[in-house]
C-alpha cells in the first residue's frame, strides 16, 4: 500500500478533518504569533523558507515538504479548497470550483474522502491533476482574452512583463521548457491553484525546478513600493509554473499517466461539530442570524453580559447565514475580555441555499439552521435556544438550569396564535384544526426561545429527516410549525414571562391576546408585568417601532453595543419613511377632496335649476324648506344663503 500524504496549507487556524492521508501545515509560520495546534508548521528545522510565504504564498509548505517529508506519493491542497475524488461529475461556477459549505462528514462523503476510494483515485497514476479551467468559455473575460496570458492581464495589479520575463529565465535556465511555456500561456487551458498530486520522483523533480526558476524571477524583482497583493507575485506565477511544467510532462513522456478531478470550495472554515467551551458550569446558548440582523444579535449578546453571574460559563454559539468577517468581529471583541464567555460560529449558509426551506413573513431560511443543532453539537445534552430578536432581562442560566425531564423542548405558549384562533375569521383556525391537528390548539408555543432537550430529539429525528419535513410548503409559521408538530404532547411549560411578545400596535383592541382564553391573557399579562425575556418578533423592533411594547428594555441593552449608532440610523430611516408615507397620505387626501369638491360644485349646478323651479326664490314654499333645512343642520336664521 502506497504511503500518500496531502498536505492542507492553512494560512489561519482552520479546521481540517481527521483523515489518515490529509496533513495539516501552517505556512509562514516564521512570520506568525504562534503555532498552529495539531498541524504541521513551515518554519521547523533549518531548510525551510517559511519567513519568505509573504512573497511566496503556500509554496513555502511545497518546500517544507520536499526537504522534510517522506512519502510515495505528495499532494498539496489548501484550507477551503479540497480536490473532488467523487467519480460523479458535480455542477460547477464559472470559475470552475464545485461550491461546498462546511468541512463536515457529509461533504467529505461526497467528495469520495474514503480512504479506499482515494487510493483507488491515485494510486497508479503518476500525476493527478485539476481539471484545467477552459478559458474560452470564460464570459467574464473579452473574447481577444480568453488564454492563460491573457486570464493573467486581466488581474488590475498583474503585469503580463512578468510572464514575459519568465519565459526568458525558461529559455536561458531550461531551453527545452521555453517552448512548452510559450505554448502554454498563449492556450485556453490553464492549471490554477497550485493544487495536484504527484509520485514521488515527479514531484521531487518539480520542486527542484520550480525552486530554481522562481528564486530566479524573485531576484529580479523590486519589492519596495509592491501592495499587499502584488508581493504575492511569486505565488501567483508558480500557479503558471506547474501548468508549463505539467504541459511539458505530458509533450515528452507520452507513457505519462494523468487523472483529471474536480476543485472544491468550501465557504466555510467553521468547525462544524463543537465540544462545550468549559468543562465546568457550561451555559450553551445557541442563536441564529444573517448579515442583516447582527445588530440585534447585537443586543441580544448585551443583554446577556449585562445579566450574567460569575458562577456560570457562557458557550455562546451563533449560526451564522452569511455573517460578515466584519460583524465576526465586532461580535468577538465585545467578548474577549470576558473569561466567562466564549463565542463559536457555524456558518450554515450553504447548507440552507443548497435546500428547498422556505421563508415566508418575517421568517428568513436563517431560522431552519437550528434542525442541524444535534449534528453540530453531538456531545451537548442540552442548549437553550434564543431568536436573535430578544433582549434578556434576568440570568439566562436560570432558564438553561430548568430541569427539562424527558421532555423534547421547553417552551412558552404562543399567545399570539392563541388570540388568532380564536379570532373571528382569522385563517389560524382553520389552519391549525387541518393542518397541524394538535391536540389542544392552545398549546402551541413559540419557538423563539427553546429549551431543547438534544438528547431526546436525537432519539427521534436526524437533522435531515426535520430537514425534509421542513422542505413542505403546507407549513405556514415555518420551523415553528414543524417543531410544534413533532414536539406536540413532549413540552415542559414554561411561565410567560420567559418569552413575553412586543407589538407595534399599541392599540389593546388590536392585540390578538384579547382574544385569547383568559387564563392564557392573564398569564401574558402578569409576565408583561415583569418580564424576563421580551421578544420584538417582527416589525416590533424597537428601531422601527419607537413606541412598542417595552421599548425602553431594549434601548437600555442597545445603548451598551457597538451597533447603538446604526440602530439608530435604522431609527431615523423608519422615522423618514413614516414622514414620506405621511406626506404621500395627505397629497392623496387633498387630491381627493379637490375631486370631491368639483364634484359638488357640478352636482350643484346640474340640480339648482330643477330646485329652483320647484322652489322659487322668495317664494313661500321655498322659505320653509330652508327654515327645515337650517334647524336640522343647525345653521342660525342669519347663516348663508341656500
Not at 469520495?112 to 464570459?139: F, H
Not at 421563508?359 to 434564543?386: C, D, G, Q, W
Not at 382553520?430 to 390548539?441: A, H, I
Not at 405556514?476 to 410544534?484: A, F, H, I, P
Amino acid at each position: 500500500m502506497s504511503d500518500i500524504k496531502i498536505f492542507i496549507s492553512c494560512n489561519r487556524e482552520s479546521y481540517v478533518p481527521q483523515h489518515p492521508l490529509l496533513y495539516p501545515i501552517q505556512t509562514g509560520a516564521a512570520n506568525a504569533d504562534c503555532h498552529f495546534e495539531g498541524m504541521l508548521h513551515d518554519d521547523e528545522g533549518e531548510d525551510q523558507i517559511s519567513q519568505r510565504n509573504t512573497t511566496y504564498c503556500e509554496l513555502t509548505a511545497q518546500y517544507w515538504v520536499w526537504k522534510h517529508m517522506d512519502a510515495d506519493y505528495y499532494g498539496f491542497m489548501h484550507n477551503r479548497r479540497y480536490i473532488s475524488f467523487s467519480q460523479e461529475r458535480f455542477e460547477e461556477d464559472e470559475y470552475g470550483n464545485v461550491m461546498m459549505g462546511m468541512i463536515d462528514a457529509a461533504a467529505l462523503d461526497k467528495l469520495g474522502y474514503q480512504p479506499d476510494n482515494m487510493r483507488r483515485m491515485i494510486e497508479g497514476n503518476d500525476i493527478v491533476a485539476l481539471a484545467p479551467l477552459d478559458i474560452s468559455k470564460c464570459t467574464w473575460l473579452p473574447k481577444d482574452q480568453r488564454t492563460v496570458r491573457g486570464q493573467y492581464a486581466s488581474g488590475q495589479q498583474h503585469d503580463t512583463g512578468d510572464l514575459d520575463l519568465l519565459v526568458s529565465i525558461l529559455r536561458e535556465k531550461y531551453p527545452d521548457y521555453a517552448q512548452d511555456a510559450v505554448n502554454y500561456l498563449n492556450g485556453d487551458k490553464g492549471y490554477y491553484l497550485n493544487m495536484y498530486i504527484m509520485r514521488k520522483e515527479h514531484f521531487n523533480a518539480y520542486s527542484a525546478w520550480l525552486f530554481d526558476v522562481l528564486d530566479a524571477f524573485s531576484a529580479k524583482q523590486d519589492y519596495t513600493n509592491f501592495s499587499n497583493y502584488e508581493i504575492r507575485k511569486c505565488g501567483f506565477i508558480a500557479e503558471r509554473l506547474f501548468g508549463i511544467y505539467f504541459t511539458h510532462l505530458l509533450r515528452t513522456r507520452p507513457d505519462l499517466k494523468a487523472r483529471y478531478l474536480q476543485n472544491s470550495f468550501f465557504s466555510s472554515l467553521d468547525k462544524p461539530y463543537l465540544e462545550p467551551a468549559f468543562d465546568e458550569h457550561n451555559v450553551p446558548v445557541v442563536m441564529a442570524s444573517s448579515n442583516e440582523y447582527v445588530p440585534f444579535l447585537g443586543v441580544l449578546l448585551s443583554s446577556i453580559i449585562a445579566n450574567a453571574s460569575g458562577e456560570n460559563n457562557y458557550d455562546i454559539i451563533v449560526l451564522s447565514n452569511g455573517i460578515s468577517p466584519t460583524n465576526r468581529q465586532i461580535l468577538e471583541t465585545v467578548l474577549e475580555k470576558r473569561p466567562n464567555f466564549a463565542l463559536r460560529f457555524i456558518e450554515v449558509s450553504q447548507i440552507l441555499s443548497n435546500s428547498d426551506l422556505p421563508s415566508k413573513h418575517h421568517i428568513s431560511v436563517t431560522t431552519h439552521a437550528r434542525y442541524m443543532l444535534t449534528e453540530f453539537l453531538p456531545n451537548y445534552h442540552k442548549v437553550l435556544y434564543l431568536d436573535s430578536d430578544i433582549v434578556v432581562d434576568v440570568d439566562i442560566a436560570e432558564l438553561y438550569h430548568t430541569d427539562i425531564e424527558d421532555y423534547m423542548v421547553g417552551a412558552v405558549r404562543d399567545t399570539v396564535v392563541a388570540g388568532w384562533y380564536k379570532m373571528p375569521g382569522h385563517p389560524q383556525k382553520q389552519y391549525m384544526d387541518t393542518v397541524l391537528k394538535m391536540r389542544d390548539p392552545f398549546n402551541y408555543f413559540n419557538a423563539g426561545v427553546l429549551l431543547m432537550n438534544l438528547d431526546a430529539m436525537r432519539a427521534r429525528f436526524s437533522a435531515k429527516d426535520l430537514l425534509d419535513l421542513a422542505c413542505d410548503d403546507k407549513w405556514m409559521w415555518l420551523d415553528q410549525d414543524v417543531l410544534n408538530s413533532i414536539c406536540d404532547g413532549r413540552v415542559k411549560w414554561l411561565s410567560q414571562e420567559w418569552n413575553v411578545m412586543a407589538h407595534a400596535d399599541l392599540n389593546p383592541y388590536a392585540k390578538p391576546e384579547g382574544f385569547a382564553p383568559k387564563w392564557l391573557q392573564d398569564a401574558y399579562n402578569k409576565a408583561k408585568e415583569k418580564p424576563k425575556l421580551i421578544h420584538y418578533a417582527g416589525r416590533a423592533i424597537p428601531c422601527y417601532a419607537p413606541d412598542a411594547d417595552l421599548y425602553w428594555i431594549f434601548w437600555r441593552y442597545a445603548r451598551q453595543t457597538q451597533f447603538y449608532e446604526q440602530l439608530l440610523f435604522f431609527l431615523a430611516q423608519e422615522a423618514g419613511e413614516l414622514q414620506k408615507r405621511k406626506e404621500q397620505q395627505q397629497a392623496l387626501l387633498s387630491r381627493q377632496n379637490k375631486l370631491l369638491y368639483r364634484f359638488l360644485r357640478s352636482v350643484k349646478r346640474g340640480i339648482m335649476p330643477v330646485i329652483n323651479w320647484l322652489l322659487p326664490q322668495h317664494s313661500a314654499r321655498r322659505d320653509k324648506v330652508v327654515r327645515v333645512y337650517r334647524r336640522m343642520r343647525g345653521i342660525p336664521e342669519n347663516g348663508y344663503q341656500i
